[in-house]
């Protein structure tokens, strides 16, 4: 799969496994959760038919882990749940610069905000190790093991109730902690950020759940049936689910800012003073820089650009040697601690073609640093259309009208600023989640 980068070997190795008799439910989702995480940073190649496959495979082992919990799975009606708690439910917690873990943290300060109690889980599911097959590069997930012997993490002012559930469990163990705390706590409704959670979907058959999904720009994938999304249906979303019993609830993901601390200067940082300088950023550089955007950095470097890669980049010298033109005009910064301080010296952002990275334009557009990105994934939602383009080809000709146009770049520095304001308004946004939420239990749920 990862060698062929062909479709065909990956809907070949999903059938094998759905119809493969020796594996059981801890099998299969191990595997399912390897597979998506090969999908979502592009190691391997999926067509339509196994991305059809990948979401049967979640199906079977919902159903294999909901037959184990059976007897668990019994619904608490609305007049015995506490209106004022709600339970968060996330896949992985990590440090507070990790961005899943920092869209966590900010929709627990904003329901604080909103005046309800809160209690955050980690299920630890990303990647489990528990129903282990042979795979070749196999993916772990991080796990903070200190976390386990917490039961408070604070945020600002605010000490919010915590739970990490050891990675280390069975799923259907993990299942019995949490059904024994949702009818010890009732809370009125769980907010599950992060799909791919069986252990979430299980939960809402006990008490009504919304998914969120970390890369917020798609529709996430689960059996619970109120699904958050951080932009508008399209035309062609609105006639695909016209006919389903999905809730879409159709809101704006905002962020919140790590605040800045220290301050760069070119020099210090080992730039050119006098060059237009692009920042390419993300944790899985190494799996979404391609040889087409290396090859429009090429052109852009002929011009007069130099370029920052910020982030995870294993292959960077590998791909240095394979392009000359960008290694002499660029530096590899490794992970910044201080991104706000790092674009306060950049004056592009600059996106490949990937999944993820909402939080990152936005951290530029804070700082006034308009973007480039191309016309899909969280980039795209989080930082709107103003500043998308369609292919690599006019990218690279609208990095050129920013260097050489000045107020064409100051006009958009401001729409950038504007732009961060609107997403970074974290309480207005989660207020109108809450209310969807609570509006439709009264309607539909129970």
Not at 194 to 219: K, Y
Not at 226 to 240: A, H, P, S, V, Y
Not at 246 to 255: A, G, P, V
């Amino acid at each position: 799969m990862e060698v062929s980068k062909s479709s065909d070997y990956t809907d070949a190795y999903l059938s094998e496994v759905l119809t493969n008799s020796e594996l059981d439910s801890e099998n299969m989702y191990f595997v399912y959760h390897q597979l998506k995480r090969k999908l979502f940073t592009g190691q391997i190649v999926f067509d339509k038919n196994s991305k059809c496959m990948l979401n049967e495979l979640y199906d079977k082992c919902y159903k294999c882990f909901a037959d184990e919990s059976k007897e668990s799975l019994v619904k608490i009606p609305s007049v015995e749940r506490n209106k004022d708690l709600i339970m968060i439910l996330t896949v992985q917690f990590l440090e507070k610069g990790h961005a899943p873990t920092n869209s966590v943290i900010e929709r627990a300060k904003a329901l604080k905000a909103l005046g309800k109690d809160v209690i955050i889980i980690n299920t630890s599911e990303i990647c489990l190790i528990n129903g282990y097959i042979p795979i070749y590069n196999v993916n772990v997930g991080n796990v903070i093991k200190k976390y386990d012997d917490i039961n408070q993490i604070k945020i600002g002012e605010d000490k919010i109730s915590f739970l990490q559930i050891p990675d280390d469990l069975p799923v259907s163990y993990k299942m019995q902690v949490l059904v024994h705390i949702i009818n010890k706590i009732k809370p009125y409704y769980i907010l599950a950020i992060g799909t791919g959670s069986v252990l979430a979907d299980l939960c809402g058959n006990i008490v009504p759940c919304a998914s969120m999904a970390v890369v917020f720009s798609t529709i996430p994938y689960t059996k619970n049936k109120m699904k958050i999304l951080g932009r508008k249906l399209t035309e062609e979303e609105i006639k695909n689910y016209r006919d389903k019993d999905d809730d879409i609830i159709e809101n704006r993901f905002t962020f919140e800012l790590k605040p800045q601390k220290t301050t760069f200067s070119r020099m210090e940082m080992n730039l050119p003073e006098n060059r237009f300088i692009l920042v390419v950023v993300g944790t899985r550089l190494q799996f979404d820089i391609t040889d087409r955007f290396m090859e429009m950095l090429q052109r852009v470097c002929t011009e007069g650009c130099f370029i920052i890669f910020a982030g995870v980049m294993d292959n960077y010298n590998e791909l240095m040697n394979k392009y000359p033109i960008v290694a002499e005009n660029s530096l590899f910064k490794g992970y910044c601690q201080d991104m706000l301080a790092l674009m306060e010296i950049c004056d592009l952002y600059v996106n490949p073609d990937r999944s993820g990275g909402g939080f990152s334009i936005i951290e530029a557009f804070s700082k006034g640093v308009p973007g480039v990105y191309l016309k899909k994934g969280d980039v795209y939602t989080a930082g709107g259309k103003d500043f998308a383009v369609n292919d690599f080809n006019e990218m690279k000709k609208q990095i050129i009208k920013y260097k050489n146009y000045k107020d064409y770049y100051n006009r958009m520095s401001k729409l950038a600023k504007d732009r961060a304001k609107i997403m970074t308004s974290s309480i207005q946004s989660m207020a109108d989640i809450d209310r969807q939420i609570c509006q439709r239990i009264e309607e539909k749920y129970w």
